[in-house]
C-alpha cells in the first residue's frame, strides 16, 4: 500500500513514490565540488537572528548572534556570493513568492521547479540554496514584525500595510509555532546532509552498506522532504498576506513536522554508523603506523617516543622527576637514553611502586630513564575522581611521568594490549638508546635484581638467572643481611607465615624448644601473608616484644615487598618455561605461594642455601610435640631428615593446595601442577571479600 503525503497549500494527496521518481529523474550534477557549508552558516545566522523561537534562543542572545555574524561566515571561509548561487537563489525565491500565492499556488509545481533549476547540483547543495531562497523571502517578514517594537515602528506599521500583514496573524502563536518548528527541523535535516558530504572519501565509499544507503534513498527523501517544507513554510507566508482582517489557519500539518523529523532520526542513526566506521578505519590506518615505526630500525628513540606520546603543538609532554613539583619538560630529556615505560592502570599497587622507587632512587640513572604511561578507559570522558587519581600518582613517582592523560592515542594503547600484553598487571617495557624493544616486559626482572637488570633485556635476564639461581640468598633484600651470615654459619633458617596468632604463638615455642633439645644453631623470620592486614601486624608487634620468638620482617610493607618478589621470581621463571617438573626452585617457590593461598600456618626450614624441608603448620607442629629429638642430639639422624621422615610416615594420599592469584587470568598459565604429587591442578575462579 503506497503512503501519500498532503502539500498543504492544494489539499490534494501526492503519491511519494512517483514524485520521488520525478525529483530522481531531474537529478543530473554536473561534477562541480561546491562547498554551501559557509552558505548554510550564513542562512542558519539569518533565520536564528530573524526568529530566535525557531532554536530556542532567549531574545537578549540575538544580539551576540548578529554581532557575531561577520565572523562566523568568514570563518566558513564565505568571503564572497558565487554569482551562480545568487542567481538560483533569485530565481527559487521568485519561485516561491508566484507558485505559493494563495488558493491559486501549486506546491507540486513549484517543487519541481525548484528541482529543475537546482538540477546540475548534488543533493547538499539543492536543499542549502532552497533554504537560502525561503530565507531572504521569510526575512522580510520577520524584520517588519521585529520594527515594530522599535523606534522605526512607524516605518514598519506602513510596511505592514502596503504588504497587507495584520497584527493578530503575526503575533498568533498558535499560527507560528508549528511554522518555526518546521525551520528548525529544516536546518536540523539540511545540516546532516551537509555532514554526509564532509565525510572522508578515503576512509568510507558507496561500498559501505549504510553509506551506500544514505547516499542512493535517505538523502533524496530528505531532500524532497525538506524543499517540500520550503514549499509549505512560504505558503505560510503568503497566506499571512492574503488573509488580512480575517482568521487565517495554519497550513502546516503536525505530520509534515512529524515526517521531516523522523527523516531526520534515521540520518543521524545513519550518520553514527558512519562515523564508527569511519573511526574504525582510521583507527586501524593507525594502529598499521605504530606498528610500522616499531618493526623500523631508526638512529635514536626519538622516533618511537613520539609515537607513543604525541601532542600536535606542545613538545613539553613530561613531568620531571621531583615529586614535589609538576614542572613539565620536553620529551628531548630522554633521546639517546635507555628508556623503561612503566605501563599501567590507575589502579597500580602501592608495594609495586614503593619497591620499584625505591630501586630507582638507589640507582644510578644517568644512562637510563623511567617514564609513567597510564592506561585509562577513553571510551568515556575523564571524571573528576580519574583526574584525582592521576594528579595523586604523579605526585608519588620519583621518574618522568606524561602532563596529560590523553597524550596516549587509542592506536597506541591498542598497541600496547595486543603486542604487549597488557591487561592489569603492570609492565616494564625496556627500549635501548634507539627505542628498540629489548624486553617486552622487564617488571619481574627489576623487583628481583633492581639495579643489577641494566641494561634490562631479556639478554640480560637470561644472564642473571644463570649467575644467580634462586637461592634462599635470594631473599636477602627483604629479610636482611642476616640471613647471609647465617647461612654461612650453616644455621637452620625457619621461615613461616600464616596469620593465626595462637598457632603462631604455639608453633615458635616449641619450634624454639626442640631447636635447644636437638642442640642446632636456629633461626626463625616470620613472613605473614601476601596481603597482610590488622591480624599480621598484631603478629608482627608480638614478635618484636618478645625476642624469645625470633624475628620477623620490620613492617607490613616489608611483608608485601616479599611477597611480591616472590611472586616475580615465580613470574620470571614461568615465563623462560620452568615449571615444578622441570626446575626444584620453581616447586620449592610455589610451595610457599600455595601456603600463602591457604587458611593454615606453615613454615618452611633450610639448612644453607640448599637443603630444605616444607610442612603446613599442624603437620610440622605435630612432628615438634611427637619427635624423640634427643635423637638428632645424638647423631643418630639429622635435623631435616627427621622431620622428613615424620612426614613421609604420617603423609595420607589425601591432600588439597591451591594457589590463588591477585592478578589478570592471561598472566596464568593454562595449566599448574601441584607441588606435592605433580598432578595438573584445577583452575577455578574465585571472589574473596575479607575484612580480616
Known sequence: MERTVPITTTNQPIKDEIIMKQIQATHAPDGREVDVKPLLVLVEDILHCAEPSIDGVKQDSQAKRTNSLEDMTHNAGFNFMP?????????????????????????????????????????????????????VNYVELSLVRQFCTTKYHHLAKSVSLLKNLSDHNMENSSILQPFFKLVKTMLDVTNSIVKFKELPTQYITLDTPTFFMAQSQTIPTAAYLTIRSVVACATQIVGLTVSAGSSYESTISSMEVTELSNTHDKLKQQLCICYKHIDERRSLEAYKTVVNVFETIHMDNMKILTTLIYAKDDKQLLFDRLKETKQKVSIDVLRGKIVLLLI???????????????????????????????????????????????????????WYKVCDLSLLDRSVI???????????????????????????????????????????SSTREKDLWMEEPWRLESLEDNIGQDIIKWIREE?????YGGDDGEWITEFTKKAISVAKEANIPFEMVYVGKSTPKERVGKIVGTIKKDKQLGHCLRDLTSIRHFWVRLESIWYSKMQRGKTVKNDEAMKEIETMLAFNSSDQGWAVIFKGSKDMIKANGKTLLDCFKTFNWGEVKAGTIGFLPAIEEYIKKNHTAHHCNSLSFSVPPWRIPEMMACAECVCPMVKCTMYQCCTD
Not at 521568485?94 to 507558485?99: W, Y
Not at 644455621?491 to 621461615?495: P, R, S, T
Open 344 to 398: 599501567s592502570d590507575l589502579d597500580i599497587s602501592k608495594e609495586v611502586l614503593e619497591i620499584l622507587e625505591q630501586i630507582y632512587n638507589e640507582s644510578d640513572t644517568q644512562y637510563y630513564e623511567v617514564v609513567w604511561l597510564p592506561i585509562v578507559d577513553r571510551s568515556t570522558p575523564f571524571n573528576n575522581d580519574t583526574k584525582e587519581k592521576f594528579d595523586k600518582l604523579v605526585s608519588k613517582m620519583p
Open 83 to 135: 554569482e551562480s548561487f545568487a542567481y538560483d537563489i533569485h530565481r527559487i525565491s521568485c519561485e516561491l513568492s508566484c507558485k505559493c500565492s494563495g488558493t491559486g499556488g501549486d506546491a507540486k509545481a513549484a517543487i519541481m521547479t525548484i528541482f529543475n533549476t537546482l538540477s546540475s547540483y548534488t543533493w547538499d547543495a539543492k536543499v542549502v540554496l532552497a533554504l537560502a531562497a525561503f530565507a
Open 414 to 456: 591498542k598497541y600496547i594490549k595486543e603486542e604487549w600484553h597488557f591487561k592489569k598487571r603492570p609492565l616494564l617495557v625496556a627500549l635501548d638508546a634507539q627505542g628498540k624493544v629489548v624486553c617486552p616486559n622487564a617488571i619481574d626482572m627489576t623487583l628481583i635484581w633492581g639495579s643489577k637488570a641494566f641494561p634490562f
Open 491 to 495: 644455621k637452620y633458617i625457619c621461615l
